[in-house]
């Protein structure tokens, strides 16, 4: 490999250098508009389907059905006085249970009845202690950020989410969790703390308002700074319950077991991409380079892993272009590295560059008629419509994905069982009807609901003794279980990420989306 090391600049925090990044871990998966400049002309003839398609679809698991148990006033930092049942790994999905049906076993506690939320009893009668911050006999704090996009909507990015809904969805989803009996017994009182998307300082100050100020439980949500995720885990031994993509493999070496996620970790997202791909004879023959931009890897260590992955197949990287951080001094590399590609005749290109980046890299090379084919997966939210819509025709590409793409032109599956359930439970509790899929809303709302589903499972299966240490011990145990956002997965000995499975999307220019092209399968 021939290896571009260009100097990282000073990262300022400023709305251009973070909206190719930001947009993408807003909501995962998700087509959001966005004024991003008039999209080139050109006279290319876009590639006819079966130029870019993988041609025999790859076979594999069916999509993911079934449902779970997924998901009450706060005040705004939002305060206020779950059954999910944890299935064995491997057992079968029960069927879809109506909105605020009990959970499987047996009737929902009546109030006040041992193992009714905020009773002080477990089901068989347990006496409930306080044990761990935000713990009492009868109630469990627990935090739940939200988007705030009202800095973004003043760049001119129409995000499609609003502060109200997503509170609103989170304490809908705590209510219907109470409803059911709680965590085993404790009452959830959610905290509701939003924060600035493009600002890393604004997310530190909802890490430490929910850890330091409210002294919540555990934080249910995310966030896109890698400072603020350490500030929960690390800095705070927080338990932290995210439907973000792009998280670096050492947050989850240095969080103890309290990162849990629905996202792979760097380092497995990387192999599982790299094995698909090798799968459907993608590499095989291919001069590759790797395109990243260090804002969305701090350090290149994901470059790094996803250049091992691809060694670790076979093959060679022939260039890794590691951008600078800083959007004006990477915008300046760009034509470099296009060059410099195109130069060594790299015909398949890796993408971890976010949206901004990978544009402009894609359209300076098809206007000097450098039209390699390009690979993008779930690093940088690249799984999304949001990330092509400005392509010129005659890019090509295949996508690598997690995600159930809810929020995408195209939707590659029906409405799985687990997301109606999301879907009416949101609509019961929320006081609001959930926007149609193919929305931002939609998607992110899905997505939030598998966070809360996660944390319930988990939570419940600390049993009594509800501690942060026992989040750690516990994860393991839960397993596989329904979702409505992602591909089959599970926890495991050592794995607190859960999606397992991915799919392939091809990019069509007729609709300038992602089509889907096959189901779910595991990457061998």
Known sequence: MDPQRLPVQSRTRSVALLLGVV???????????????????????????????????????AAAEGTGEPGAEPTSSATAGADGTVAAPGAAPAGPAAPGAPAAGGPAPAPGAPGSAGSGQTADGTKLTATDRGVTAKTVKVGFTVLDTGGLGRTGVAVG???????????????????????????????????????????????????????VFAVVGGFNFPVAVSCVTRENATPLFSGYPSTQDEIFATSSGRFVTMYPKASRSMANWVAALDGAGKLKGKTIGILNQQQNDPGAKTSAALERAIEARGYKVKRRADLSADTGTSSSQVPVTVNQFQTDGIDTV???????????????????????????GDWANNNSDFTVQNMPRSFQA???????????????????????RCREVHDKHSGRK????????????????????AFEKVAKAA???????????????????????????????????????????VFDASCTCWKPNGAFFTPR
């Open 398 to 420: 295949i996508s690598v994905t997690q995600i159930m793409g809810h929020g995408n032109k195209v939707q590659p599956f029906p409405e799985n069982a687990q997301a109606v």
């Open 463 to 505: 049993g009594p003794n509800l501690t942060r240490a026992r989040i750690g011990a516990v994860t393991p145990s839960v397993g596989s279980f329904p979702v409505a956002n992602w591909g089959p997965g599970g926890f495991a000995s050592g794995k607190s990420d859960f999606s397992d499975q991915v799919r392939f999307q």
């Open 161 to 215: 989410v609003s502060v109200e809904q997503q509170r609103d969805a989170w304490i809908g989803y705590a209510k219907e969790i109470n409803a059911r009996g709680g965590i085993n017994g404790r009452a959830i009182e959610p905290v509701v703390v939003s924060y600035d998307p493009v600002n890393e300082n604004s997310q530190r100050q909802a890490c430490l308002q929910l850890t330091q100020d409210e002294k």
């Open 434 to 453: 959930l926007a149609a899929r193919g929305t931002a809303e939609y998607g992110a709302t899905m997505q939030n609901c598998d966070s809360v589903l």
């Open 23 to 61: 947009i993408g871990l807003l909501v995962a998966g998700l087509a959001i508009p966005f004024v991003f400049g008039e999209r080139l002309t050109d006279t290319t003839a876009a590639p006819a389907p079966d130029e870019v398609l993988l041609g025999p679809e790859v076979e594999g698991d």
């Open 350 to 376: 890796f993408v971890l560059a976010g949206v901004t980046t990978a544009t402009a890299f894609v359209q300076q090379a098809d206007g000097q008629g450098y039209r390699p084919m390009y690979m993008l």
